[in-house]
Every structure is written in C-alpha cells, then in structure tokens.
C-alpha cells in the first residue's frame, strides 16, 4: 500500500490514452463532446460504456466512425477532445477476496503538439508495477516524433503493423484500407511494444519514417533457441516468471511513400530485427514456422489506388530467409453497396513478428458485402475461406475451413434490434467441427430508461459429440441522479467448450476483456459512472456469477468480481 500510494502521489499526468488515427480524424470532423469514450490500441472490438457490440476478437474501446456501424449504434461512444492539462486515473479489480488488477494511466499534454503518457499494471499474482509503458510524443502539421514505447505500421502491414490483424465480422465485413502512422504506446499489451524512438516527414508528395527500438518479448526457449512467443503477458506461474523477456529484439526500419495526385500512393518499406537468442529451425520443433536464425529482413512494396467508387490496395513482402507474402483487396463503394474482395497468402517460411499476420500463416479470401436499403436498416453478408498449410504438426492435414454470416439490423425512433447468424466449419484432419450461431438482441428506449434483450444458441457438432448452448440476457440502462449506470441479468446452459458464448457487458476502463460462459448458471452484472465533479469521474462495476454445474466442478461455484475506477483532469 506504502508502494502503491507513492506511486499515485508521484503521477501528475493524465490517463486516457486516445492513439488512433481514425479518432483523431473523428475529433477534427465532429468536434469536442463531454462524455468519455476509450481507446485501447490491442484489440478490435467496438465498446461503449453501456452497450458492448464486438467486431472483433480483442477487445478494442473506442467512438467508432463507421458507417456500417450507423444503424446498430446509434448512441455510441461519444469522445471528448484532449485539451491542454494535467490529470491522473487508476483502476483496481478485486474477484474474491484478492485485489488481482491494479493500473494506473496518466497524461500531460502541453497544446496540440506536445503529449506524456504513463501507465504501471499488474495482473493477478504479478507484484505492482510489473509492467510499464511511457511515452514523449510531438506532432505538427509536418513532423511526427516519439520516444518510448510506441506502436508503428507501415502501409498494408506485412513489414511492420502494430493493430488489427487479419478478420471479418458481421457487425463490419468491410475491412478498412491501411496507412501509415507512429504514435505512442498505451496498452496493457506486455508483448510487442517497441521502445526506442521514431520520427515521420510529412509531405503532400512525399512522407518519410525512420524508427529504432530494443526490447523484449515473453518466450519458451530450448537449448536449440527460442521455441514459442508467450503472448499473454501474464506473470504469475514458475513457467510464466521463467519466459519472461526472454527474447530480445533490436529492430530498425525506415519507410518511404509517394503519393502521386489523389489517386494513387506507392510505398516501400524495410525492417531489419536481431534475435537474441536465435529461433530454433522449424524442422525441429513441434509447431514452429520454416524459420531459423538470428536475424530477419524484410522487404515490401505496396500501393493504393483511388478513383470514384473503386479502390485497389495490395502489398508483397519477402523476408531474407525466402519467406514471403502478398494481400489484396478490391472494393466497390456506391450510396447503399458496399462490396469487397481481399485475399491473402502467407508462405509457411514467411515469419515476421511485426507483420499483420505474425501467428497464423494461412492462405484465403474473404467475399464481403454491406447494404443500407432503407433508413435505419442494414445487411451485411461474407464468406471467409482460409487454410493453414503450416499446422501439419498438429493434424494429419493442414487444416481449412470457411466461415459465413448473415447480418441484419434495423432502428427505429424507440427500439432497434440485430439478428446475427454466422456458421463455420473447420476441418482439422478429419476431426470436422462446425459451428451455429443465431443472436438476437432487441432495445427498446422509454426515454428516461432503455431496455435490452439478447437471446443467443450456439449449435457445436463435431465427430465427437453435438451440443447446443443457450443464453438469454435482460437489462436496464438510464440516468440516475449525476450519473448513468447498467443493470443486466443472465441465464446460460453450455454444456460443451465448442459451444462456449461470449459475455459482451459493460465494464470500467481498464477491465478489457471479453471472457466466456461455459457450464450452467446466472450472472448479474452492474455498473455506474458519476460525475462527482466537473473533473472527476469515478465509476463502479460489480458482477457475480453463480455455477450450478461447471467442466470439473460439479458443484459449480461462485466467481465476485469488484472494479473501481477514479479518473481527474484539468484543463490549463
């Protein structure tokens, strides 16, 4: 507690983290707004304080401009402008009766141009501060620089990307064209961060980026080198505490890009990385790409292309090793169609940490569809198909499959409701599984309180066995006295891992996370926001599940989980 409370003593800068280009984009168009909204870089789920609706398998809070998103959110995130001013938040979650997430993110920013960043988190079992992430950034009309942890990508990501990853999702089949950028690190994400320092040239023809950075990954090493990276930041077991910054990486690159007109950019890009220690040959190792060695270059080349309603985009990278890979996409954009066709293909020898695609190499496209017949309606429709020709280690074949969605969502002056219904297949070597999905969710707004319903079957049949699941949620939402808050009740039965459904609730910052239920029982679920002050914001979640039966406990159990968080801001 002494530990905790110099920390917070010593921390004058303020939290939220806001790092996407396309909010900032957002800001300039739409201007300033008093309620909060916020951005984690490590994910691509949409989320707003009260009314979580995912687009993506990490979790991703942010104000969204999205077009496709109009009709299913009508009230989302709305964002404030970051001002001039000094400010600090903390989160902390207790489950039981142990204290398991503290964090603490902090801000300076001194006009438009200069911003300090700070977080310290720890997650369950981890000592206090375990992990830290700081940043100094500058940025004008014409320069970009930033020294710290920091995040980068370069044009459609095969040399280097720091974001979203390969995915499609009903909410939003379209996927969005990449760009170039550089900015500050401010995720809870322990991997992948680079630390050193960047700097950007911005020109109407011609933009320049040159980068350093030297840091450390969590990894399983044998005497051969590094075996596997171990992603989940998390340091609490003797195996976790033993992989942690094991791999060392020291990593530079530069990027140049010319846009000639408005209609078409060129990029080429080069990353250089060393390894130490090196990767185990792929021969060698029970699930390890075709990669080896202490060092790695890669090369790509990329282009857009813009002209009314049609836009082409593509990049090809090769490694040194002989690697390689190449994406394209086509889209077709007119009043109320959207229509996009990408594909990708990773060669098995084709290993880059910081690519788009660093874990699951795999050859595929994706045939997607977005329609605005009427106001307030909307149609989303895709067919993803992919096979991994690397994973013969795990299977007898290299597993393929193709997954398919039907997306429909209407609104209204006073309710709206969506209907999912997504089914995937996957062929794991003659283990076949195929998957269900049909999720309803209905609102209905009586102006001083909103109510929700969501029912959702998940169908899993496999060579093994076929289970159906089923959940159905009520909750309330509205203002009460200086704040708003959330109530939601649910009721599962999930007899089967494959058939597992994914909570999707309100939670305060800093609790990112979209776990799932799986086994029987209810979950109750509460949240609310207050405004104490005009610059402190203090906000409380408190959720219980109770099991009546759970995979190996057939008693089930009771989880309590209790989440503060504090945040105050001054504007100069």
Request: aromatic share 14%; hydrophobic share 35%; glycine share 10%.
């Amino acid at each position: 507690m002494k530990r905790l409370s110099i920390t917070l003593l010593t921390i004058v800068f303020f939290i939220i983290s806001v790092q996407a280009e396309e909010i900032e984009e957002y800001w300039e168009e739409h201007g300033e707004n008093d309620e909060l909204a916020f951005i984690l870089e490590y994910g691509t789920a949409c989320w707003d304080w009260l009314k979580p609706e995912i687009i993506g398998y990490r979790l991703y809070l942010s104000p969204v401009d999205s077009s496709s998103l109009e009709a299913v959110i009508p009230n989302r995130p709305k964002m404030f402008k970051p001002r001039e001013g000094i400010g600090f938040s903390f989160t902390l979650r207790n489950s039981g009766e142990a204290l398991d997430r503290r964090m603490v993110r902090s801000e300076l920013s001194y006009s438009d141009a200069v911003s300090i960043r700070y977080i310290t988190e720890s997650d369950p079992g981890e000592d206090w501060g375990d992990f830290n992430a700081y940043y100094l950034t500058y940025r004008s009309d014409s320069w970009r620089a930033v020294l710290g942890n920091y995040s980068a990508g370069f044009g459609q990501g095969l040399a280097l990307w720091r974001g979203f990853n390969w995915g499609v999702y009903p909410e939003n089949p379209v996927s969005p064209f990449k760009s170039d950028f550089l900015r500050g690190y401010s995720s809870t994400g322990e991997n992948g961060a680079l630390f050193g320092g960047g700097i950007q040239r911005m020109g109407k023809v011609i933009s320049l980026i040159a980068f350093y950075s030297d840091s450390k990954w969590d990894a399983s090493a044998g005497e051969d080198g590094v075996i596997t990276l171990q992603t989940s930041g998390e340091h609490t077991t003797s195996s976790q505490l033993e992989n942690k910054d094991k791999l060392r990486e020291r990593i530079y690159g530069s990027r140049l890009n010319i846009h000639i007109a408005s209609l078409l950019s060129l990029g080429l890009s080069m990353t250089s990385a060393d390894y130490s220690p090196p990767f185990a040959p792929g021969d060698s190792v029970k699930g390890a790409f075709d990669f080896a060695g202490d060092r790695n270059t890669v090369w790509g080349v990329d282009g857009v292309y813009e002209r009314d309603i049609f836009t082409a985009a593509g990049e090809f990278a090769r490694t040194s090793s002989g690697g390689t890979a190449g994406l394209a996409r086509f889209q077709l954009k007119f009043d109320k169609v959207t229509c996009q066709l990408s594909m990708r293909d990773f060669s098995r020898d084709f290993k880059n940490l910081r690519s788009i695609e660093p874990d699951g190499n795999e050859r595929g496209f994706t045939l997607a569809f977005s329609l605005k017949p009427w106001q307030g309606g909307l149609v989303n429709a895709y067919i993803d198909s992919w096979r991994r020709p690397w994973r013969t280690y795990s299977y007898e074949m290299p597993p393929a499959g193709y997954q398919t969605a039907l997306y429909f969502a209407q609104r209204f002056s006073e309710y709206e409701f969506s209907l999912r219904l997504r089914k995937s297949f996957t062929d794991r070597g003659g283990d076949e599984l195929t998957r269900n999905q049909f999720r309803l969710n209905v609102e209905r707004d009586l102006g001083w309180i909103t109510v929700r319903l969501r029912f959702e079957k998940m169908a899993a049949s496999s060579s093994e066995s076929d289970e159906v699941g089923y959940l159905i949620s009520g909750g309330l939402k509205g203002g009460l006295f200086t704040g708003r808050g959330e109530l939601s009740v649910s009721r599962f039965e999930i007899p089967d891992y494959d058939c597992r459904i994914y909570q999707y609730q309100a939670n305060v910052p800093g609790m990112f996370g979209v776990p799932f239920y799986y086994g029987n029982g209810f979950n109750v679920n509460v949240v609310y926001k207050l405004n104490l002050f005009r610059d402190l914001i203090l906000a409380a979640n408190a959720s219980i599940t109770q099991y009546s039966w759970k995979p190996n406990i057939p008693g089930g159990e009771i989880d309590r989980t209790f989440s503060l968080y504090l945040s105050y801001r001054r504007s100069s």
